[in-house]
């Protein structure tokens, strides 16, 4: 069990760091809560899961930007989600580059539809560097300060192992009855 904590102290940041670029939630949380034991340092881990998360959608918005036929390539079996995008782009205007961090299933897609837009760039770049600072810090400051009680729930998960697939499975469940609702064609 030593050796695992040594290796997430050794190579946790670089994990916290490649995994923040897509997202990050899970990974910041691991770390927030890595934190709290001692085995992670909790301002290196949320610095990392900023920069990361803010290039992250930085470069996805990019992509979109100068790349758009092979990003549309690779996105034509989920059109209807990229409208819904749009959608919830009109309806929160630059309030969705915040809310996006915090809602898993529409992470990737805002960046890609802002970057299809004329939405201006450098406008991006700041609203998203001020949304990455809130995010990683709501993130990473609760997951600390929740330490105590998500290692007591990881020990309920350890001493019950099917309970971690069903949540998976509920979750996963869930999201895509979700987005299937939201995206299906009206008639």
Do not use: C
Request: hydrophobic content about 50%; glycine content about 10%.
């Amino acid at each position: 069990m030593e050796d695992t904590f040594s290796n997430l102290a050794t190579y946790g940041y670089i994990g916290l760091f490649l995994y923040s670029l897509g997202g990050g939630f899970v990974a910041l949380l691991g770390a927030g809560v890595l934190s709290y034991m001692g085995k992670m340092d909790l301002t290196t881990s949320i610095a990392i899961a900023f920069v990361a998360n803010a290039l992250g959608d930085v470069m996805l918005v990019y992509l979109a930007r100068y790349q758009k036929t092979m990003m549309m390539d690779s996105l034509k079996k989920h059109r209807r989600k990229l409208a819904l995008s749009h959608v919830l782009m009109k309806k929160y205007g630059s309030w969705i580059i915040l809310i996006q961090k915090f809602v898993y299933g529409i992470k990737t897609l805002i960046p890609i539809a802002i970057g299809l837009t004329k939405y201006d760039f450098k406008k991006f770049i700041f609203i998203n560097t001020l949304s990455s600072v809130v995010w990683a810090l709501a993130i990473g400051l609760g997951s600390y300060y929740s330490g105590s009680v998500l290692v007591k729930a990881a020990g309920v998960i350890g001493d019950r192992p099917w309970i971690a697939p069903l949540l998976l499975v509920i979750f996963v469940g869930g999201l895509w009855m979700y987005m299937e609702k939201v995206t299906k064609r009206r008639v």
